[in-house]
Protein backbone atom coordinates (compact mmCIF):
# COMPACT_ATOMS: atom_id res chain seq x y z
CA UNK A 1 0.00 0.00 0.00
CA UNK A 2 1.61 3.29 -0.86
CA UNK A 3 1.51 5.81 1.98
CA UNK A 4 -0.36 8.95 1.41
CA UNK A 5 1.61 12.47 0.59
CA UNK A 6 1.20 15.41 3.42
CA UNK A 7 -1.31 17.57 2.61
CA UNK A 8 0.38 21.00 4.13
CA UNK A 9 2.82 22.60 2.22
CA UNK A 10 5.62 24.92 3.07
CA UNK A 11 5.09 27.16 0.18
CA UNK A 12 2.96 30.25 0.75
CA UNK A 13 0.10 29.93 -1.76
CA UNK A 14 -2.58 33.34 -1.91
CA UNK A 15 -6.03 32.13 -0.87
CA UNK A 16 -8.70 32.54 -3.58
CA UNK A 17 -11.31 34.74 -2.75
CA UNK A 18 -13.46 32.08 -1.64
CA UNK A 19 -10.99 29.63 0.44
CA UNK A 20 -11.45 29.87 4.28
CA UNK A 21 -8.43 31.95 5.68
CA UNK A 22 -6.42 31.14 8.82
CA UNK A 23 -4.24 28.64 8.06
CA UNK A 24 -6.05 25.58 6.81
CA UNK A 25 -4.79 22.99 5.39
CA UNK A 26 -4.36 23.66 1.32
CA UNK A 27 -3.01 21.30 -1.64
CA UNK A 28 -0.39 23.30 -3.78
CA UNK A 29 -2.75 25.02 -6.95
CA UNK A 30 -0.44 24.58 -9.60
CA UNK A 31 -0.69 21.95 -12.00
CA UNK A 32 2.77 20.93 -12.27
CA UNK A 33 3.52 20.75 -8.25
CA UNK A 34 -0.50 19.16 -8.08
CA UNK A 35 0.81 16.52 -10.04
CA UNK A 36 3.76 15.82 -8.51
CA UNK A 37 2.28 15.90 -5.21
CA UNK A 38 -0.74 13.43 -6.41
CA UNK A 39 2.21 11.21 -7.88
CA UNK A 40 0.17 11.30 -11.14
CA UNK A 41 2.38 10.11 -14.02
CA UNK A 42 2.62 12.30 -16.96
CA UNK A 43 0.67 10.48 -19.67
CA UNK A 44 2.81 10.81 -23.03
CA UNK A 45 0.21 9.36 -25.72
CA UNK A 46 -3.56 10.13 -25.68
CA UNK A 47 -3.46 13.75 -23.69
CA UNK A 48 -5.55 15.89 -24.75
CA UNK A 49 -4.77 19.55 -23.49
CA UNK A 50 -7.31 22.37 -23.40
CA UNK A 51 -4.76 24.98 -22.97
CA UNK A 52 -5.42 28.04 -21.45
CA UNK A 53 -7.68 30.73 -23.11
CA UNK A 54 -9.45 28.39 -25.24
CA UNK A 55 -12.80 27.34 -25.83
CA UNK A 56 -14.32 24.58 -27.57
CA UNK A 57 -18.05 23.68 -27.70
CA UNK A 58 -18.25 20.27 -27.79
CA UNK A 59 -17.56 16.53 -26.28
CA UNK A 60 -13.85 15.98 -25.49
CA UNK A 61 -13.13 12.09 -25.87
CA UNK A 62 -9.55 11.10 -24.91
CA UNK A 63 -7.14 8.58 -22.80
CA UNK A 64 -6.09 11.27 -20.65
CA UNK A 65 -7.14 14.80 -20.39
CA UNK A 66 -6.26 17.88 -18.96
CA UNK A 67 -8.15 21.23 -19.22
CA UNK A 68 -6.79 24.35 -18.53
CA UNK A 69 -9.51 26.12 -20.92
CA UNK A 70 -13.44 26.30 -21.39
CA UNK A 71 -15.63 23.33 -22.74
CA UNK A 72 -19.41 23.57 -23.44
CA UNK A 73 -19.74 19.65 -23.81
CA UNK A 74 -19.15 16.48 -22.17
CA UNK A 75 -15.41 15.78 -21.19
CA UNK A 76 -14.26 11.98 -21.04
CA UNK A 77 -11.02 10.34 -19.93
CA UNK A 78 -11.45 6.92 -20.83
CA UNK A 79 -8.39 5.41 -18.92
CA UNK A 80 -6.58 7.53 -17.13
CA UNK A 81 -5.68 11.20 -15.62
CA UNK A 82 -8.62 14.21 -15.93
CA UNK A 83 -7.66 17.05 -14.98
CA UNK A 84 -10.07 20.12 -14.81
CA UNK A 85 -7.38 22.89 -13.80
CA UNK A 86 -7.37 25.96 -11.62
CA UNK A 87 -9.48 28.61 -13.22
CA UNK A 88 -10.74 25.99 -16.40
CA UNK A 89 -14.71 25.75 -16.83
CA UNK A 90 -16.89 23.09 -17.97
CA UNK A 91 -20.21 23.05 -18.48
CA UNK A 92 -21.45 19.59 -19.42
CA UNK A 93 -19.94 17.71 -16.73
CA UNK A 94 -17.08 15.32 -16.56
CA UNK A 95 -16.39 11.77 -16.18
CA UNK A 96 -13.61 9.44 -15.60
CA UNK A 97 -12.39 6.03 -15.29
CA UNK A 98 -9.05 6.96 -13.29
CA UNK A 99 -7.91 9.31 -11.71
CA UNK A 100 -10.10 12.75 -11.30
CA UNK A 101 -8.94 16.10 -10.13
CA UNK A 102 -11.02 19.35 -10.02
CA UNK A 103 -9.70 22.81 -9.22
CA UNK A 104 -11.74 24.55 -11.24
CA UNK A 105 -15.38 24.80 -12.26
CA UNK A 106 -17.52 22.15 -13.41
CA UNK A 107 -21.16 22.36 -14.48
CA UNK A 108 -23.54 19.77 -15.71
CA UNK A 109 -25.04 21.47 -17.71
CA UNK A 110 -27.64 18.98 -19.87
CA UNK A 111 -26.16 16.04 -17.97
CA UNK A 112 -27.12 13.78 -15.94
CA UNK A 113 -23.92 14.02 -13.23
CA UNK A 114 -21.62 16.82 -13.42
CA UNK A 115 -19.01 14.28 -12.56
CA UNK A 116 -18.49 10.92 -12.24
CA UNK A 117 -15.21 9.27 -11.23
CA UNK A 118 -14.82 6.04 -11.33
CA UNK A 119 -11.16 6.47 -9.89
CA UNK A 120 -10.14 8.35 -7.20
CA UNK A 121 -12.04 11.86 -6.98
CA UNK A 122 -10.05 14.62 -5.78
CA UNK A 123 -12.04 18.35 -5.19
CA UNK A 124 -9.50 20.93 -4.44
CA UNK A 125 -10.28 23.81 -2.04
CA UNK A 126 -10.90 25.81 -5.24
CA UNK A 127 -13.33 23.27 -6.97
CA UNK A 128 -16.72 24.42 -7.84
CA UNK A 129 -19.30 21.67 -8.78
CA UNK A 130 -22.98 22.48 -10.19
CA UNK A 131 -24.62 19.10 -10.34
CA UNK A 132 -24.52 16.04 -8.53
CA UNK A 133 -21.16 14.12 -8.23
CA UNK A 134 -21.09 10.15 -8.60
CA UNK A 135 -17.72 8.65 -7.13
CA UNK A 136 -16.26 5.74 -5.65
CA UNK A 137 -13.05 7.04 -3.72
CA UNK A 138 -13.15 10.74 -3.02
CA UNK A 139 -11.22 13.13 -1.22
CA UNK A 140 -12.51 17.03 -0.19
CA UNK A 141 -10.44 19.84 0.50
CA UNK A 142 -11.74 22.49 3.11
CA UNK A 143 -12.91 25.25 0.69
CA UNK A 144 -14.12 23.26 -2.08
CA UNK A 145 -18.01 23.92 -3.03
CA UNK A 146 -20.63 21.38 -4.46
CA UNK A 147 -24.18 22.32 -4.83
CA UNK A 148 -25.29 19.25 -6.10
CA UNK A 149 -25.65 15.47 -3.89
CA UNK A 150 -23.25 13.12 -3.98
CA UNK A 151 -23.93 9.68 -5.12
CA UNK A 152 -21.89 6.79 -4.76
CA UNK A 153 -20.74 4.17 -7.13
CA UNK A 154 -22.01 0.54 -6.80
CA UNK A 155 -19.38 -1.57 -7.21
Partial sequence: MRALPVLRTEVPVPA???A???????????????AQWLHLPRPA????????GTRIAGDCR???VWVRGEVTGRVTATEGLLVVDLGARVLGGVEGSGSVV??????AGHAEHAV???????????????GSV??????????????????????
Fill in 20 to 34: PAGGAFREPLDSDVT
Fill in 45 to 52: QGLFVVPV
Fill in 116 to 130: IARGRLDLACTAIIH
Fill in 16 to 18: PAH
Fill in 62 to 64: ARH
Fill in 134 to 155: QHGLVTIYEGAAVDGEFVGLEK
Fill in 102 to 107: IAGSVA
